[in-house]
């Protein structure tokens, strides 16, 4: 017993020491910065598919709190079948603010408030705000890595009163609570040109669980030449209580461009 605790106590102690200092997310002289995206895919032949994203993303980061804006806008061309015109079958549109503040090196405070619109899943209108307590586990130079716990309103207006599954109420109104977990972070491979981030929630209504909604949004982008990068990019989205004939998840995948001012080093 004496023994296997040695091992584990010096396993324990190598690790430690292996493992670089966190640091603070701190951009020094430059600490707000402004991105830019355009993606898209395309399917041609028989069935043809046209998918634009455009993003932009204002963001400001210091030792000491921040915050990031986030817009983005989804539209979707089909034509159904060949010799027929291209017909536009709906937008997304979303806005989302997340100003935070760090009460130490990890523990931090978030809010949340986030507009959207998404004609191709049935929704008019969705306001969602709130707050949360999280901590950042991994928080150094070229890596971040946070998760919040916190409660959220939400308000929803549908385009059909007809909602589904069975055992949600019917009507094109919805207030719910949300209790929330709220999760970002991004990499840099050294000094290489590689680069990643995401952004996700998962919103479940305390009062009625089978109630769920998530999200998350993540990208790869490799730097071609100064501040213009080439993006792939990655959407779930997911929302238990839908109108009749919407399916409850989507995956959207789209590659383009991107743009960053000033020049990330």
């Known amino acids: 017993m004496r023994a296997r605790r040695a091992v584990v106590l010096m396993g324990a102690a190598l690790l430690g020491l292996g493992v670089p ?7 020094g002289e430059q600490p707000t910065r402004f991105e830019l995206s355009a993606t898209g895919t395309l399917m041609a032949g028989n069935v043809r598919q046209v998918l634009g994203q455009g993003r932009a993303h204002l963001s400001r980061s210091t030792a000491r709190g921040g915050y990031d804006a986030i817009a983005s806008a989804f539209r979707l061309w089909v034509r159904p079948l060949p010799g027929d015109p291209l017909l536009r079958v709906g937008d997304d549109l979303s806005l989302m603010a997340l100003p935070f503040v760090y009460l130490g090196e990890k523990p931090y405070l978030l809010g949340t408030a986030r507009a959207e619109r998404t004609a191709i899943r049935g929704v008019d209108g969705r306001l969602n705000g709130g707050v949360a307590a999280g901590i950042a586990p991994v928080r150094r130079a070229d890596r971040l890595l946070r998760v919040a716990l916190g409660l959220q309103a939400e ?5 059909a009163p007809e909602l589904a599954p069975a055992w949600v109420e019917d009507g094109d109104r919805r207030v719910v609570p949300r209790a ?3 999760a970002n972070g991004w990499m840099k491979a050294g000094e290489g040109p590689l680069s990643a981030r995401f952004v996700g929630s998962v919103l479940v209504n ?5 109630d769920t909604r998530g999200f998350v949004d993540a990208s790869a982008d490799v730097r071609l030449r100064g501040a213009v990068s080439a993006r792939l990019a990655v959407g779930v989205i997911h929302d ?12 959207r995948g789209t590659v383009g461009v991107a743009w960053t001012a000033p020049r990330p080093p």
């Open 21 to 27: 200092p966190a640091r603070a997310q701190d951009r």
């Open 155 to 159: 308000a929803t207006a549908f385009a």
């Open 180 to 182: 929330t977990v709220q």
């Open 206 to 210: 305390p009062l009625e669980p089978r």
């Open 240 to 251: 238990a209580v839908v109108p009749v004939g919407v399916q409850p998840t989507d995956l």
